[in-house]
């Protein structure tokens, strides 16, 4: 459906899009695409996200113009008030019915202070996080300082709730569970003929998203291997006692770095479920990347996940933490494989709440525009 245009700006999104990397600016891209079928959007970007001392790797891949906006604005230098305000005076005379915020880390905090206390229009925060994932110290005074400005706020799981509502009891918010990625398909999907058992860890390592955990449980799956694919940024180190034991050394493939968007499609493509063994969570991008291919996922009951998953049905629950646990509910999956469960019919039946219009209608209904 092409893009509605009546003369009048009715929704200003503002957030990284195409070429920022990562899955904020896939998500911001296919939100802009969705909105654009219903409303007259704009799109405000960076001219700079992230100064080059806090973020040395390439911020920018052209791979997958998918999701690119044809009309975005590269406007916004995170680090420049002056360029905040002046960004701020032009969204405000075109005087846009709602603007729309991408909030995920603090960093952000100071660049988003300034803008939202300059414009004129209400502010409806998308929070993918409410509190950063790895907390420091002034993270809830800084995400208190800004989200207060919000008039509107879009949560993706009770968790995020609960956090919202820890510094903005009178919070006007809605949960939308976050919507599946299938932008990333290149092609059709090559259906998985050998008989190997392979699972996939997708995405940035960190300590919370249980790696550690992972390849602890599959020590005692001789028959089981394992793709590691994402950014190590640089402790790859702590994993290799693991890596390199006599139980794993054979069976764990690993690619230690940025997967760009055009290669992502080869990842899924050869596993049987993606593993989320988050040790803590509020929700995550990968569950949808995997939901996107039809994969079913191996998660925690951690944060937002449960809330995603369908134990049995799209993937399988299991406790944070725990190598055994994890190992059983591997060892389950493969049971309901070989029973014949259809894991990805019930991807599709399921699919219909995590839809980008099924986003799109709570912004409107929550922020009360109308359709054009």
């Known amino acids: 459906m092409p893009e509605k245009k009546n003369g009048k700006n009715r929704i200003t999104v503002i957030g990284p899009v195409y070429p920022f990397k990562g899955?904020?600016?896939?998500?911001?891209?296919?939100?802009?695409?969705?909105?654009?079928?219903?409303?007259?959007?704009?799109?405000?970007?960076?001219?700079?996200?992230?100064?080059?001392?806090?973020?040395?790797?390439e911020q920018r891949d052209y791979g997958n113009d998918r999701f690119k906006i044809d009309d975005a604005r590269f406007l916004i230098n995170t680090a420049n008030p002056f360029n905040i305000i002046r960004t701020a005076g032009i969204i405000n005379k075109e005087k846009p019915e709602l603007v729309i915020i991408q909030w995920w880390h603090p960093y952000f905090a100071p660049c988003y202070r300034i803008l939202t206390a300059f414009l004129k229009s209400p502010v409806l925060f998308i929070c993918h996080n409410v509190f950063p994932h790895e907390r420091f110290i002034m993270d809830r005074f800084l995400t208190k300082l800004t989200l207060k400005k919000g008039d509107f706020f879009i949560l993706h799981s009770e968790k995020e709730v609960k956090e919202l509502k820890s510094i903005l009891p009178e919070a006007k918010y809605r949960v939308n569970m976050h919507p599946?990625?299938?932008?990333?398909?290149?092609?059709?999907?090559?259906?998985?003929?050998?008989?190997e058992k392979r699972l996939l860890f997708f995405g940035l390592v960190r300590p919370y998203k249980g790696l550690k955990v992972l390849l602890m449980a599959l020590k005692d799956l001789p028959d089981v291997k394992l793709t590691v694919a994402g950014d190590f940024g640089g402790t790859r180190e702590e994993y290799e006692e693991l890596l390199l034991s006599k139980e794993l050394k054979d069976r764990v493939r690993v690619y230690d770095g940025y997967v760009p968007d055009?290669?992502?499609?080869?990842?899924?493509?050869?596993?049987?479920?993606?593993?989320?063994?988050?040790?803590?969570?509020?929700?995550?991008?990968?569950?949808?990347?995997?939901?996107?291919?039809?994969?079913?996922?191996?998660?925690?009951?951690?944060?937002g996940l449960p809330e995603v998953v369908r134990d049995g049905e799209t993937g399988i629950l299991t406790e944070a933490g725990n190598a055994e646990a994890l190992r059983e509910g591997i060892e389950r999956f493969y049971a309901l494989m070989d029973s014949g469960t259809d894991f990805k019919a019930n991807i599709r039946n399921d699919s219909g709440r995590f839809s980008w219009d099924h986003l799109s209608d709570t912004i409107f209904e929550l922020a009360s525009i109308k359709a054009d």
């Open 23 to 57: 899955g904020i600016s896939h998500y911001t891209g296919l939100l802009v695409k969705s909105l654009k079928e219903r409303v007259s959007v704009r799109t405000v970007s960076y001219k700079m996200q992230y100064p080059k001392f806090l973020f040395k790797k």
């Open 262 to 303: 055009n290669e992502i499609q080869g990842y899924f493509e050869d596993c049987d479920a993606a593993v989320l063994p988050y040790i803590d969570a509020t929700q995550s991008g990968i569950a949808q990347v995997a939901f996107g291919f039809e994969k079913p996922v191996i998660a925690t009951r951690v944060g």
């Open 180 to 195: 599946t990625y299938s932008a990333f398909k290149t092609g059709e999907i090559r259906e998985k003929k050998d008989r």
